[in-house]
């Protein structure tokens, strides 16, 4: 993902270990990147403030560009999604990712973000969060996905 100059981090190392050569898909796996500076993820910036129309949109137009990819993170959540001082946008945590053909799994992806941020939304008062910031990222979305 970082050779397709997705915003990810740098892969450093990496290390694959199979459990047993007869077994396939049993294996141990680890990798070490390198952390993006001056970031903060989605849910921690979203306690203390308010993120523009901007800033969402920017953020489905990067789960587009990961989706045009084939890229399904299994984990696409608030907490997953970095943005750095100019509000540039980062995903993290690919562990149990894998590329897919397109298919209903795109939908799925975008809303297992929606639930993620209603649950923040439900669980912290004054989680900045609402259906037009929503709006806002599924529109940029929509509109770079047919790109």
Known sequence: MFEQQLPVPRPVAA??????????????????????PNTQNLSDYLMGQ??????????GKTIARFHQK???????NAS?????????????DFDK???????????QNIQRLKRSLDKFKQQFEGFAFSEDNWNSLVNAYKKNLSL
């Open 80 to 92: 997953n999604i970095l943005l750095d001082m100019q509000k540039a946008i980062y995903v993290i």
């Open 97 to 107: 990712c894998q590329r897919r053909a397109a298919g209903n799994w795109q939908r």
């Open 70 to 76: 084939g890229i399904n993170h299994s984990d696409l």
């Open 15 to 36: 290390q694959a270990c199979w459990k047993s050569p007869r077994l396939l898909g049993l294996y141990q796996a680890a990798i070490i990147v390198q952390a993006i």
């Open 50 to 59: 308010e993120l523009e129309a901007s800033g969402w949109q920017a953020i």
